[in-house]
């Protein structure tokens, strides 16, 4: 087995110099102190820094709206957590016994604050040009995969938007349902789109999640329509 | 009157190589198009990682908790207006007439906005360190004089950790009168302390911010009691 350096430097290409920082990065906080909590707050802002550079760079005639849902794309939880996994960063983690029998090195958000607390890690021992190569490196090709900024709008917005271009009146939402115990509630909400006679429903577990289901639903109908 | 390249090397000690980029940092979308929309985006993400990076070397034992508070105090909208107002930025500031005739130079989150554009645009005529030494001695000051951490909780929190710290009951709230329109209610909240026979009240436009105001006035009587 690899160790943590070789580790690094094979599958992220970055050569530790102070092996003490890679360790810290890669230690959980049920494993005891110096761990990658503090490094996890530098590397969180170094990230937000290279990727709002990238997509700055790469959509030279992005809104400041678009560039951030860009930048959330590329930043969220799932994706740095998928970004994680594609050089086994799970299997270098050290877990406190708990967090070990169940799973921790798998979950989502450890994966992805570890793999922050890296970016951190590398930013302290080889300074801003060694963080932004290994983060470019790791982003370039979800960059260029990025859809539409339009798409990554939520459905209501991206209806709304449908059918004030099209000069029509805005849908209208109301919830149906409501189920469940206190804090466990079941949402049911329909949005009517009258213009096209349209109406359909959403559920989740708020109330903006059924509108958002229900809106998803009305932009697919309206897309089988135009086809 | 200095032209804004002027402004720029003798204000900010900064003296832009390309002065659209200084242009641009400077006009509101008020005056049209080139304006600072897109560099504000930039430097924001310059700015919370030259501020995480300062708070992470001068605070080397706090918590990340406390340097997410410490940032949070230093790139405010208060703090970045009052930040920009020194230099005078205001009065550089391209506006349109609408803006200008409300006063537009004078507002906070203008001033906060053009003041990110400008670390953004910085960052681009000169790069991260150019960036880095502008915003570090803009700030240094106020790094200096940031508050304990724990003064930068809210008065809720506060409370709560006093109380357990000494092993008491925690405190109990109640709305005790809501009063005027929808959506300009007005709220009155207590909080009450039993293990010191303390009942404070607080009032705000929100629930949460008249229970805050009660916890700080229970906070306040709790420190004269010790006095």
Chains 1, 2 share one sequence.
Request: proline share 4%; with cysteine; hydrophobic share 40%.
């Amino acid at each position: 087995m690899l160790t943590s350096a070789e580790w690094s430097e094979s599958r992220l290409g970055y050569p530790f110099r102070d092996p003490a920082l890679l360790d810290a990065a890669l230690t959980h906080r049920s494993a005891g102190r110096g761990n990658y909590e503090r490094l996890e707050f530098l590397g969180d802002a170094v990230l937000n820094f290279v990727v709002a550079v990238l997509v700055f760079q790469s959509y030279p005639d992005a809104t400041e709206g678009d560039l951030s849902r860009y930048r959330a794309a590329l930043v969220s939880g799932q994706t740095l957590a998928e970004i994680a996994n594609e050089p086994g960063l799970g299997d270098q983690l050290r877990l406190g016994s708990g967090e070990l029998k169940t799973g921790g090195f798998r979950r989502e958000s450890i994966l992805a604050d570890a793999l922050e607390a890296l970016f951190g890690a590398i930013y302290l021992d080889g300074g801003p040009q060694a963080a932004q190569a290994v983060i470019q490196g790791l982003l370039t090709d979800r960059v260029a995969e990025l859809p539409e900024a339009h798409e990554l709008k939520d459905p209501k917005t991206r209806l709304q938007e449908l059918l004030q271009g099209r000069g029509k009146p805005l849908p209208t939402y109301s919830v149906e349902d409501v189920s469940g115990e206190p804090h466990e509630h079941w949402f049911v909400a329909s949005c009517d789109v009258e213009a096209y006679g349209l109406r359909e429903r959403g559920e989740g577990t708020s109330r903006r999640r059924a509108e958002q289901a229900a809106a998803q639903r009305v932009l697919e109908a309206l897309e089988r329509q135009v086809d």
